[in-house]
């Protein structure tokens, strides 16, 4: 009997998944398939360095890339004339106030090389549960009350796992990133989860991270005492001439 190339998960959100050794080099990192995006299966796939990703017409497919792109959060690079045009900045940045946009405003972004969205009816669907269990954040970038740009992702213990982002002015997703970067950093919460590496995100200053590393390192991160629950408050109003 052949072996299939991946795992192919069953209907038990509990079931776990295969070893992340087991996951494919080319297309980097697959590793299953199938199963659903209920909260308990999303959140078991984040503590061992697994997401989802796929496209609409496909099976819900499962990745663990090697190596894995991250942001130390005292390391977000922003540009010496960026900052001085953030000085004169009057944004501000907040957390969980506009999810929902934020994660419609992602869906909808143009993305280079790619046709159409990943962020699929049904993920929208599962990252709006996760945020109200209090497990999927955002950080939103307001022109007065306009949104502008933002982030998004899954936060357990002291890792936030990112997912994508959006800018309708330029600049608006550097800043929420910077300024998610800046509050983790201060919260005590070294990395931030980028996932596959680009241009862009070497640009901003996320580095790779051998898989083994990094399943390493989440495992401690994930595992520390941080309970669930809205970020608004605790976020409180970043300025984003602060950033600079």
């Given at each position: 009997m052949s072996r299939l190339p991946i795992a192919l998960l069953g209907a038990e959100p509990e079931a776990p998944f295969p070893p992340a050794a087991r996951a494919l080099r080319e297309p980097n990192g697959l590793l299953a398939?199938?199963?659903d995006l209920s909260p308990t299966r999303l959140l078991n796939a984040y503590r061992h360095g697994i997401f989802p990703?796929?496209?609409?017409?496909?099976?819900?497919?499962?990745?663990?890339?090697?190596?894995?792109m991250v942001f130390a959060t005292d390391g977000v690079r922003l540009s010496s004339k960026f900052r001085r045009q953030l000085r004169k900045s009057t944004w501000a940045l907040r957390a969980?106030?506009?999810?929902?946009?934020?994660?419609?405003?992602?869906a909808q972004a143009p993305r280079p090389d790619q046709d159409g969205t990943w962020i699929t009816g049904e993920m929208l669907a599962a990252y709006r549960e996760l945020h109200r269990l209090?497990?999927?954040?955002?950080?939103?970038?307001?022109?007065?009350?306009r949104l502008i740009g933002g982030i998004y992702g899954?936060?357990?213990?002291?890792?936030?796992?990112g997912e994508s982002m959006f800018s309708d002015e330029s600049g608006g997703s550097k800043v929420a990133l910077a300024g998610l970067a800046r509050v983790l950093r201060d919260w005590g919460w070294p990395l931030i989860d980028a996932?596959?590496?680009?241009p862009h995100l070497?640009?901003?200053?996320?580095?790779?991270?051998?898989?083994?590393?990094?399943?390493?390192?989440?495992?401690?991160?994930?595992?520390?005492a941080e309970p669930p629950?809205?970020?608004?408050?605790?976020?409180?109003?970043?300025?984003?001439?602060?950033?600079?």
């Open positions: 398939a199938g199963g990703w796929y496209s609409s017409g496909q099976p819900i497919l499962w990745w663990c890339p090697d190596p894995r969980d106030t506009a999810f929902n946009q934020v994660i419609a405003a992602c209090g497990h999927a954040h955002s950080v939103e970038v307001f022109d007065d009350t899954v936060a357990i213990g002291r890792m936030f796992f996932q596959v590496a680009n070497q640009f901003l200053g996320a580095r790779s991270l051998a898989r083994s590393d990094f399943l390493s390192m989440i495992g401690i991160l994930a595992a520390q629950g809205s970020w608004t408050a605790r976020f409180g109003e970043v300025s984003a001439s602060a950033l600079a």
